[in-house]
Structure formats: C-alpha cells, structure tokens
C-alpha cells in the first residue's frame, strides 16, 4: 500500500507561517526524490520545492525561494515544507510526489506516486 499523506494545510494570515508534511509509506524513502507541488484553481501545476534522498539537494520555485525551507526526517518517513511570509498568491492545494529521479525534480514529469492534496488559504 504506497501513500503519501499530506497535512498542515488550513487558513493564514498573509506574512503568516504554515509547515506541512508528507507521511510516506509503502516505498523505500531513501531512494526517491520528494517534491512539494501546488496547484491553484485555474491554473497549471507547479513545483514548489524538492529534496533529494542521496544527497539531500534541495530545489526552490523562484517564486518561494528564501521564503520556504523543505526537509526531511527518513526516520519518521515525512517530509516537511516549512514556509513563512506568506502572500495570497501562496494559496493552492499543496501536493507531495515521490520522483525515483533526482534530476529536473521541480517538473513533476517523473512522480510514480502522489497524495491527495492539503489545502492552503492566505487571506486576511
């Protein structure tokens, strides 16, 4: 049974901070790649962040980078995304993937498995 369980979504204040997490089970977190993707109604999917099982390469949208931090705890098999001084813009619906690539990890094209979703509101 492969999951990937995202939580910490909710409501918040812009300049507010949020962290979410990604429960993985079912699969060897060691050998993929985790990416945070959001996706707001109306519009395209996009790459968030990603951090890398071998490694621990992290990547950042431009658009959350030095306002977000992805990481990783393999013992609890969750990922987190840790974000503050969030806008409006920020609000989407906030999927995690496992992606056995490590390489172009932001695109999404490679994820084998994904969650459901969490929901992430900034408004005042």
Known sequence: QVQLVE?????????GSLRLSCAVSGFNLDYYT??????????????VSCI????GMT???DSVKGRSTI???????????????LKP????????GADP??????RGYDVDYWGKGTLVTVSS
Not at 8 to 15: A, I, K, S
Not at 34 to 47: D, H, L, N, T, V
Not at 89 to 96: I, N, P
Request: proline share 3%; hydrophobic share 25%.
């Open 59 to 61: 990547a950042y949208a």
């Open 89 to 96: 813009e920020d609000t989407a619906v906030y999927y995690c």
């Open 7 to 15: 939580s910490g979504g909710g409501l918040v204040q812009p300049g």
């Open 52 to 55: 890398r099982s071998s490694d």
């Open 101 to 106: 690539s490590g390489s172009r990890c932001l």
């Open 71 to 85: 990481s990783r705890d393999n013992a609890k098999n969750t990922v987190y995304l840790q974000m503050h001084s």
């Open 34 to 47: 985790i990416g945070w993707f959001r996706q707001a109604p109306g519009q395209e999917r996009e790459g």
